[in-house]
């Protein structure tokens, strides 16, 4: 269970950080590519994978199991807070090749060992 642990933490703190490079309203505070079509993507695809990834362990576990993932998430949410500015906009621009290592690995396209 540590496994899930940590890929639904780190899922957590990558929507968490995609969240908060979205949030800001101020151009002068992100990078040009959070500002463009680009990191609107990202977030969007950053954003649609929490949901996913509680229905992924509903349909391969239990009802509980969704909700400690979503509790994983939240942590993950929470912890991504305590990350300085350029790791947060780091952690966004590599969120789509993460989620989709995490990803297949969760639907056993993959080993991760």
Known sequence: MAF???????MGFLAGNAAY???????VNKPY???????????????????LAVLTTFIKFTFLWALVTAGE???GVLLGAFFPKPIKFLAMLAS??????LF??????WYLG
């Open 96 to 101: 789509p090749l993460i989620l989709v290592v």
């Open 4 to 10: 899930y642990f940590t890929v639904h933490l780190l």
């Open 104 to 109: 297949g690995a969760l639907w056993g396209w």
């Open 73 to 75: 998430l939240f942590l």
């Open 33 to 51: 590519w959070a500002s463009t079509s680009v990191g609107a993507y990202i977030g969007i695809a950053c954003m649609i994978a929490l949901p």
């Open 21 to 27: 490079v979205l949030q800001q309203i101020d151009v």
